[in-house]
């Protein structure tokens, strides 16, 4: 089985629980892109801490606009998955999407609310849960956001080889 169907296949064992799926496909892609907050809970085992830190270090450089950074973290075969659509390389992602993500970021607080990590061999997968803000015609928008990464030891550094982010707005709590 090649690399590629061999993550799916973890990745789709592995990942339980409800995906949030993306109900309006024009609004902006959303990513998280903090470290564990003190208000997130976090499993991580041990083992995954590594892979946890690429992520971390991903997110980070794409929020600051770093793409070269961001891009360091990429296997070069990243199969990114968002909306319904697909870039299937480091370099389709960087010459594009990128872009609109790094400047949709700088204006968004990223609240972490969940992480939970998982070890199979040099596999490890990380899913994120958070809350968005941001402000969109002037009136503050909160959103939730999942993040589910597949990362791959490679010798001995630790690359990104799929990604997929799913966003909706946060309907507001509900009046007596």
């Known amino acids: 089985m090649n ?4 993550a799916t296949f973890l990745l789709l064992a592995a990942v339980t629980g409800r995906t949030l799926a993306d109900d309006n496909a024009s609004k902006p892609h959303v990513h998280e892109h903090t470290t564990a907050a003190a208000s997130a809970t976090a499993d991580v ?7 946890v830190a690429a992520v971390e270090r991903f997110s980070a450089a794409l929020s600051a606009g770093r793409l070269e950074a961001a891009g360091a973290e990429l296997d070069t075969k990243v199969l990114i998955l968002e909306s319904g659509g697909a870039e299937r390389s480091a370099a389709e992602y960087l ?26 061999g040099d596999l490890v997968w990380v899913a994120s849960e958070s809350e968005l803000h941001l402000s969109k015609d002037g009136n503050p928008v909160t959103m939730l956001s999942t993040e589910t990464m597949l990362v791959q030891r490679t010798g001995t550094a630790w690359k990104i080889v799929h990604i997929h982010w799913s966003s909706r707005t946060k309907k507001p709590a509900a009046t007596n």
């Open 45 to 51: 085992p041990a083992a995954a801490r590594d892979a």
């Open 3 to 6: 690399r590629i169907a061999t």
């Open 95 to 120: 010459g594009g999407h990128a872009k609109s993500d790094a400047a949709f970021l700088k204006g968004v607080h990223v609240q972490l609310m969940h992480r939970t990590a998982r070890v199979a």
